[in-house]
Every structure is written in C-alpha cells, then in structure tokens.
Nanobody, 124 residues
Framework: QVQLVESGGGSVQTGDSLRLSCAAT????????VTWFRQVPGREREFVAGYSWLLGSTFSADSVKGRFTASRDNAKKTVYLQMDNLNPTDTAVYYC?????????????????WGQGTQVTVSS
C-alpha cells in the first residue's frame, strides 16, 4: 500500500510561485508514477502535470504548460510541482496520485492511491 502526503500549499498573489511536495511511503517508488491533479469545488478533478520516470520528462496540461513543472527525487521518495506565475484560475485543492503503470494517465480513475490534498489560493 502506498501513502502520499502533500505539502506546500498556501495563499499567494498573482505572479507568485509555490512548490508543492508529495512524499510517498510504501511501494516501489522508483517505478511508481506519481501525478498531480487539482479540483475546484463543483468541478471534476483535472490533470495538472506529471514526471515520467520512464521517459525522464514532464507532461503537463495546456492550461499550465510553461508555468508548472513536475519533478521527482527518488532518494527522498518525493515528487514536486513547481508552480510559477500563478493566477487566480490556479486556485484549487491540489492532489498527488500514484499508479504502478509506467505511463502518465490524465484520467483520475487510473490512479490507485491519493494524498489528502493541499489548498492553493491565488488572489489578484
């Protein structure tokens, strides 16, 4: 079983940066795909970004491309989401989720374990 714990959320202003962390315990982290999603109340959870350990590259949603970057530190068993140039549309609860499949899926149903979420609020 995999446990995921997010941290790093907070309240910032437009143009600011934040870095979210997702610490994992359990499972074979080196072969675990961990991806970031976000959710706004009343809306479906949406894919944000993920770092493919297989391909060594980041995949991100069009809405955050060029501003958000996912990365991972296998030694620390932690996945990061660097968020730059934040704007109010980025306000949401951010979740990390894991799956054993090596490919990043943008469907939340494809993930087995989820963290509790961390709130990010961006004011104008």
């Amino acid at each position: 079983q995999v446990q995921l714990v997010e941290s790093g959320g907070g309240s910032v202003q437009t143009g600011d940066s934040l870095r979210l962390s997702c610490a994992a315990t359990g499972g074979d982290f080196g072969h675990l795909t961990v991806t970031w999603f976000r959710q706004v109340p009343g809306r479906e959870r949406e894919f944000v970004a993920g770092y493919s350990w297989l391909l060594g590259s980041t995949f991100s949603a069009d809405s955050v491309k060029g501003r958000f970057t996912a990365s991972r530190d296998n030694a620390k068993k932690t996945v990061y989401l660097q968020m730059d140039n934040l704007n109010p549309t980025d306000t949401a609860v951010y979740y990390c989720a894991s799956r054993t499949n090596s490919f990043i899926s943008q469907r939340d149903l494809d993930y087995d374990y989820w963290g509790q979420g961390t709130q990010v609020t961006v004011s104008s």
